[in-house]
């Protein structure tokens, strides 16, 4: 049986790479995320992340995820190469790394709000209103039922990153219970 010497740094290390991995997912599919259909009346209809300002906030939060939880990860390593039960080496260092996980918890939640919330109320409004401002003829047209499908998927992409995103900001919360555990056992 592994020592808690072990353990707690290498569940750490789990949890890290866990969050690297979302994170890392969910900038692909948020910088990837673009909608372009030609109309025949009109233009084309063109929209993509950059378009977006709460999609433009969770791809930065996600990034600034990336580059902490990179920072974080030899942490672990040599914690679990010293057979240290606690992180950084001393209970300062892990008190400061257990704030800074919370401040980046909590970001990455805000940013999965954000773009769970923007996606929910867009998508709700193409699906719903938008339809009801069309005549029969309007709606019966090839190019609309696309943009219509091709603006719910890109909506659904939203909302596939955030779940990542939520899902990365447990994986850290889960690190400060465990950080906090090791540092009082």
């Known amino acids: 049986m592994a020592s808690s010497k072990i353990t707690f740094p290498s569940v750490v290390l789990a949890l890290r790479l866990l969050a690297l991995a979302l994170l890392a997912g969910s900038i692909a599919l948020i910088v990837t995320n673009k909608v372009s259909v030609d109309l025949v009346d009109v233009e084309i209809f063109s929209l993509s ?3 977006i300002y709460a999609y433009r906030y969770v791809l930065g939060i996600a990034v600034v ?3 902490y ?3 974080q990860i030899p942490l672990a390593g040599v914690a679990i190469a010293k057979r240290s039960k606690v992180i950084g080496g001393t209970a300062n260092v892990a008190l400061f790394l257990i704030c800074a996980d919370v401040v980046i918890s909590v970001a990455l939640a805000t940013g999965a709000g954000a773009c769970f919330g923007l996606s ?3 998508k709700r409004f193409f699906d719903g209103q938008y339809d009801e401002q069309l005549d029969g003829a309007t709606k019966a047209r090839a190019d609309y039922s696309k943009l219509l499908r091709d603006v719910d998927r890109f909506f659904v992409h939203g909302y ?3 779940v990542l995103v939520l899902l990365a900001a447990k994986s ?7 950080t906090v555990y090791a540092l009082i056992k």
Not at 172 to 178: F, G, R, S, T, Y
């Open 172 to 178: 850290v919360a889960a690190v400060v219970l465990i």
């Open 65 to 67: 995820g990336c580059a």
């Open 69 to 71: 939880t990179l920072l």
């Open 120 to 122: 929910y109320d867009a």
């Open 160 to 162: 596939a990153a955030a």
């Open 49 to 51: 992340f950059k378009d």
